[in-house]
């Protein structure tokens, strides 16, 4: 159970779009459409911003999307805002009722 | 208001053992898959373990297997974990979070500190 390959870090200005890819494999992102995406700020409890994949809870922002290829899968925040600032985690299913973690990337908004 | 408070962190000795516990309000506790995820100082999130509604079905992280035991008491609210051969690698914050289609998270309590040293 290796966790998922997340870039350790991506920055953006105010307005524009970033993209966070997690990377899986065949057992875990590419087998399932079970993956979600979570927001922590310093000293906080995660937030759940996506599930299965592309779909966002009620009170997430229609800022934050999903989508998901092959044994990768994406989160794209567009408009940037400040308080998008935070560490963001994707999430997996990886069979047999495990579920793997990637290991997180930290978003400047410059 | 959905609350999950967790407690029994605390500072233990390599190989001893600790049991953590999560108090849940606010929603139907026996409708819901929970799970147990774990982040140590200034690192990423871990899954830890996972227990469905009724017990059933049960998984762990290979770092935990055969070490920490997971479940629920639904008449109490209240999930679980018993952490026994303890290692300074299992030192996190320990938080419950309740499961929404039993593969993601829409609750978290604030988690309760695990300290493993001597």
């Known amino acids: 159970q290796s966790a998922l390959t997340q870039p350790a870090s991506v920055s953006g200005s105010p307005g524009q779009s970033i993209t966070i890819s997690c990377t899986g494999t065949s057992s875990d992102v590419g087998s399932y459409n079970l993956v979600s995406w979570y927001q922590q700020h310093p000293g906080k409890a995660p937030k759940l911003m996506i599930y299965e994949v592309s779909k966002r809870p009620s009170g997430v922002s229609n800022r934050f999307s999903g989508s998901k290829s092959g044994n990768t899968a994406s989160l794209t925040i567009s408009g940037l805002q400040a308080e998008d600032e935070a560490d963001y985690y994707c999430?997996?299913?990886?069979?047999?009722?495990?579920?793997?973690f990637g290991g997180g990337t930290k978003l400047t908004v410059l | 208001e959905v609350q999950l408070v967790e407690s029994g962190g605390g500072l233990v000795q390599p190989g001893r053992s600790l049991r953590l516990s999560c108090a849940a309000s606010g929603f139907t506790f026996d409708d819901y898959a929970m799970h147990w995820v774990r982040q140590a100082p200034g690192k990423g999130l871990e899954w830890v373990s996972g227990i469905s509604w009724n017990s059933g079905s049960i998984g762990y992280a290979d770092s935990v297997k055969g070490r920490f035991t997971i479940s629920r008491d639904n008449a109490k609210n209240s999930l679980y974990l018993q952490m026994n051969s303890l290692r300074a690698e299992d030192t996190a914050l320990y938080y419950c979070?309740?499961?929404?289609?039993?593969?993601?998270?829409?609750?978290w309590g604030q988690g309760t500190l695990v300290t493993v040293s001597s």
């Open positions: 979070a309740k499961a929404m289609g039993t593969t993601f998270f829409d609750y």
């Open positions: 999430c997996s299913y990886a069979g047999s009722s495990s579920l793997i």
